[in-house]
């Protein structure tokens, strides 16, 4: 089974940018489609962004779309997801995961963190005001 594991948060001010990293070990991770999911304190955890395995589909949430970018570097066996202007509202722990093959066939699968197979451990960003 594939492990993950999230990098690159941090505490940053509103305004300003941070990139993610989600790294994959003992599997290619060019066999998952992976997503990005985020979790305030006492808030549910919810989807942020989603990429196919070779990218050919990439979906957002509509709180990120156009500040965010999510991507993926197969060859490092690794998925990022850049973030830019930054809000306090996107504080929160943000977990990436991984679904293996056959992976999804629509957006419904995407944005579900039920039908996600693998999970990092977390990586905590926070915004400042």
């Known amino acids: 089974q594939v492990q993950l594991v999230e990098s ?5 001010q509103a305004g300003g940018s941070l990139r993610l990293s989600c790294a994959a070990s003992r599997r290619t991770v060019s066999n998952y489609n992976v997503g990005w999911f ?3 304190p006492g808030k549910e955890r919810e989807f942020v962004a989603a990429i196919s395995r070779m990218g ?3 979906y957002y949430a509509d709180s990120v779309k156009g500040r965010f970018t999510i991507s993926r570097d197969n060859a490092k066996n690794t998925v990022y997801l ?14 990436c995961a991984a679904k293996g093959p056959p992976g999804f066939s629509d957006r419904d699968g ?16 926070t915004v400042s005001s």
Not at 110 to 125: A, E, I
């Open 38 to 40: 985020r979790q305030a």
């Open 110 to 125: 995407y944005t579900s963190s039920r039908r996600y197979d693998y999970w990092g451990q977390g990586t905590q960003v």
């Open 8 to 12: 690159g948060g941090g505490l940053v």
């Open 56 to 58: 050919g589909n990439i």
């Open 82 to 95: 850049q973030m830019n202007s930054l809000k306090p509202e996107d504080t929160a722990v943000y977990y």
